[in-house]
Antibody
């Protein structure tokens, strides 16, 4: 059973860069797995930030694309989020989440839903 | 971009009653692309239903999903105390790849 755990600074200064890491334990970290970041703030509900495939291929939410980089370290079984030029509007609980895949004929496609999720990490942007 | 609108915003019911939660998409979506989550206070969301009507592993059969086109429904047949939570629908598409509804709070 896959388990995910977020880590990183809980306080970031305005205009700085938010950096979080998600450590994955159990289960597979190889092909047929996508890894996402989702955030939740009172004002905007749940917002998908972006995802990375095991190969390193990324897809980002267009609303955040200019400020987001997601990377993966397969050897450490970790994936990371960097969000630059943060403002108070980026204050939120950040979750990492797994998306599985369905394979047929050697090709895998995302199942399109999140599970499991990490417990979340509350990040505040403030000076 | 697909926009998901959930209603009602808050639903007040009692244990043992039936709950019906709605999720409306701004344009027609595939049944395979619609999922539901439950979020209890202080916890991460957890998957309940995927592909409109498929219960996730370990989810009780009092939870059911239905719908097509632009209108989708999550039904909880007989509410248990632990079911009082916030529920979100989610779409899997192109750009952005994932979108969520704003949530329905189910309260006693």
């Amino acid at each position: 059973q896959v388990q995910l755990q977020e880590s990183g600074p809980r306080l970031v200064k305005p205009s700085g860069t938010l950096s979080l890491t998600c450590t994955v334990s159990g289960g597979s970290f190889g092909p047929n797995n996508w890894w996402s970041w989702v955030r939740q703030s009172p004002g905007k509900g749940l917002e998908w930030i972006g995802e990375i495939y095991h190969s390193g291929s990324t897809t980002y939410n267009p609303s955040l694309k200019s400020r987001v980089v997601i990377s993966v370290d397969k050897f450490k079984r970790q994936f990371s989020l960097r969000l630059s030029s943060v403002t108070a509007a980026d204050t939120a609980t950040y979750y990492c989440a797994h998306v599985g895949g369905s394979c047929s004929g050697g090709r895998c496609n995302s199942v399109g839903w999140f599970g499991p999720w990490g417990q979340g990490i509350r990040v505040i942007v403030s000076s | 971009e697909i926009v998901l609108t959930q209603s009602p915003g808050t639903l007040s019911l009692s244990p043992g009653q039936r709950a019906t939660l709605s999720c409306r998409a701004s344009q027609s979506v595939s049944r395979t692309s619609l999922a539901w989550y439950q979020q209890r206070p202080g916890q991460a969301p957890r998957i309940l239903i995927n592909g409109t009507s498929m219960r996730a592993t370990g989810i009780p059969d009092r939870f059911s999903g239905s719908g097509s086109g632009t209108d989708f429904t999550l039904t909880i047949s007989r509410l248990e105390p632990e079911d009082f939570a916030v529920y979100y629908c989610q779409h899997f598409g192109d750009s952005p790849r994932f979108t969520f509804g704003q949530g329905t709070k189910l309260e006693i």
